[in-house]
């Protein structure tokens, strides 16, 4: 079974700030590893996505991930916020990539300051 | 990239009547498609996973009697609310891949259903 959770559900920064979103994962075996976003009354986008590849990982928009196994976590960064950014993240695990079940986080909710 | 649409993008219906969503892959076949609901403020919960032409698997807890899944083809999908509750309002969200998109889900836009 594979779980994952993302501490807190609000992150708030200012436009130009860093931005650190935090998700850890539970799995039996070598996870694949996502980060979508959700804008209001959409579906999801994909940010980026760990495949056992580099275990750095960019993705659209700035946004990047570090898979640490010791760890067990996939945080997501943004050097510079912008006010575009303001949404809802979601990590996500799957066992055999995402073709199959995705196991979702509750999400954190970003919000951004001028 | 690889587009999905839902029909409707909204609906409101009466308690007792049954709501049908469409879920189409418009610019590739989807093996297999997922269906999610989402509580407002909360994480996406798996309802079922559907293959094409063969019945929908429907994760625990979940009332397939109550959550009609059909995958009549390559492209679409249907998600039928059968006799329809407040409790069932709720937005729901399918994802479609296909047999190279293994590190991928492509989703939808969301139907967002009220019940009266």
């Known amino acids: 079974a594979q779980s994952v959770t993302q501490l807190g559900s609000h992150v708030s920064v200012s436009e130009g700030a860093l931005v650190l979103l935090r998700c850890n994962y539970s799995?039996?075996?070598?996870?694949?590893l996502f980060w979508y976003v959700q804008y209001p009354n959409q579906g999801l986008q994909l940010l980026l996505k760990?495949?056992?590849?580099?275990?750095l990982v960019k993705g659209i928009n700035g946004f990047e991930a570090e898979f640490k196994k010791s760890e067990t976590s996939f945080h997501l960064t943004k050097p510079s916020a912008h006010m575009s950014d303001a949404a809802e993240y979601f990590c996500?695990?799957?066992?055999?990539?995402?073709?199959?079940?995705?196991?979702f986080g509750k999400g954190i909710t970003l919000s951004v300051r001028p | 990239g690889a587009v999905v649409s839902q029909h409707p993008s909204r609906v409101i219906c009466k308690s007792g009547t049954s709501v049908k969503i469409e879920c189409r892959s418009l610019?590739?076949?989807?093996?297999?498609m997922f269906w999610y609901r989402q509580f407002p403020k909360q994480s996406l919960m798996l309802m079922a996973t559907?293959?094409?032409?063969?019945?929908?698997?429907?994760e625990q807890g979940v009332e397939k009697d109550k959550f009609l899944i059909n995958h009549a083809s390559l492209t679409l999908s249907t998600l039928t609310v059968t006799s329809a509750h407040p409790e069932d309002s709720s937005f729901y969200i399918c994802?479609?891949?296909?047999?190279?998109?293994?590190?991928?889900?492509?989703f939808g836009p969301g139907t967002r259903l009220t019940v009266l």
């Open positions: 994802s479609a891949v296909t047999r190279d998109s293994y590190n991928e889900q492509f």
């Open positions: 799995s039996s075996v070598p996870p694949y």
């Open positions: 760990y495949t056992s590849a580099a275990t």
């Open positions: 996500a695990v799957s066992l055999t990539g995402a073709n199959s079940k995705l196991t």
């Open positions: 610019d590739f076949q989807a093996t297999t």
């Open positions: 559907s293959n094409e032409g063969s019945k929908a698997t429907y």
